[in-house]
């Protein structure tokens, strides 16, 4: 199941690394706060992999972003333990913000006066 949610990263927490049966691993959760009807509310995300720890590294915290993220869950000794983790971080909106439409104001001087050399 993949979900996104967009919000302001209020913290960072430390990258965590080891050595697994399957190789080297990096982790990095963060702490995201997006808007729940009238009330704030938080989640601790996370990225997998040092390429997605790379991507996490572009942000600071009050950076406003947008994740894409799925949901797991595991029982391990009678106890759940669910992850959210990222596979996708882009700064909230999108792409960049689009340029401003030009204005009359913006248009060259000879074109104000008529003088635009059009056959219409």
Known sequence: ????????????????????ARGAWSKQEFILEFQEGNFPSQACLNVWGEDKVKDLEKYQ???K????FNISSREFNGRWYT?????????AG???PAAPMPTVDD?????EDGN????F
């Open 1 to 20: 199941m993949a979900l996104e949610l967009e919000g302001k990263i209020v913290r960072k927490l430390n990258v965590q690394s080891g050595t697994s």
């Open 61 to 63: 915290v009050g950076d």
């Open 65 to 68: 972003v947008k994740v894409a």
């Open 83 to 91: 992850d959210l983790r990222v596979w996708r971080i882009e700064p």
């Open 94 to 96: 999108g792409a960049a």
């Open 107 to 111: 248009m060259p001087a000879d074109l």
């Open 116 to 119: 635009d050399d059009l056959p």
